[in-house]
T-cell receptor, first 114, second 113 residues
Framework: EPEVTQTPSHQVTQMGQEVILRCVPI?????FYWYRQILGQKVEFLVS????????KSEIFDDQFSVERPDGSNFTLKIRSTKLEDSAMYFC????????????FGSGTRLTVV | QKEVEQNSGPLSVPEGAIASLNCTYS??????FFWYRQYSGKSPELIMS????GDKEDGRFTAQLNKASQYVSLLIRDSQPSDSATYLC?????????????FGTGTRLAVRP
């Protein structure tokens, strides 16, 4: 069964460093998302991406965040200068119109900022 | 601000019982509703979707939707210890240009052997 893959599974970084989280969405999916989940809290929307551009972003997704689809398969989230409060699980998700709006999530990257 | 409300639990049921999980949402125009299961430290896994009023059954799971009351529920019949997880209710945002889902905080279910 096709799945969304994310790498790395765990990343530890020093405050102020840049990190890139990588995702390979399901191959025929057209809509891509990043969500995050701080430990013990809800799954929060960060950004959606369609047709090679951001379609929507949340208040969390400030100038420190960017997304890119550098080729036909990868979808990346970059955090330019990490803060302690960026520590969370980051989930990539994708969908097509045929999924009826349901999102399919990758296994996540646990980001720890020290 | 669109809200999705769930009781955080834990909801504790004995093995073999019916677990009933509830969710209310604030956006009256929402059209698509989803239940995800999330094991500790793992990602959300889609288990049910429902789009119209009434019941939808899939194996041991039944989703129920009442748009007039802005209420969606999930019943798990013959609960098993492997069903112990957090169940997330998610609702689409019709005003969202990215068609995002808004998640509740989740209800933690514990099934006692």
């Amino acid at each position: 069964e096709p799945e969304v893959t994310q790498t790395p599974s765990h990343q530890v970084t020093q405050m102020g460093q840049e990190v890139i989280l990588r995702c390979v969405p399901i191959s025929n999916h057209l809509y891509f998302y990043w969500y995050r989940q701080i430990l013990g809290q809800k799954v929060e929307f960060l950004v959606s991406f369609y047709n090679n551009e951001i379609s929507e972003k949340s208040e969390i997704f400030d100038d420190q965040f960017s997304v890119e689809r550098p080729d036909g398969s990868n979808f990346t989230l970059k955090i330019r200068s990490t803060k302690l409060e960026d520590s969370a699980m980051y989930f990539c998700a994708s969908r097509t119109p045929q999924t009826g709006g349901a999102l399919y999530f990758g296994s996540g990257t646990r980001l720890t900022v020290v | 601000q669109k809200e999705v409300e769930q009781n955080s639990g834990p909801l504790s049921v004995p093995e073999g019982a019916i677990a009933s999980l509830n969710c209310t949402y604030s956006d009256r125009v929402s059209q698509s509703f989803f239940w995800y299961r999330q094991y500790s430290g793992k990602s959300p896994e889609l288990i049910m979707s429902i789009y119209s009023n009434g019941d939808k059954e899939d194996g041991r799971f039944t989703a129920q939707l009442n748009k007039a009351s802005q209420y969606v529920s999930l019943l798990i019949r013959d609960s098993q210890p492997s069903d112990s997880a957090t169940y997330l209710c998610a609702v689409n945002d019709r005003e969202s240009s990215g068609d995002k889902l808004t998640f509740g905080t989740g209800t933690r279910l514990a099934v006692r052997p």
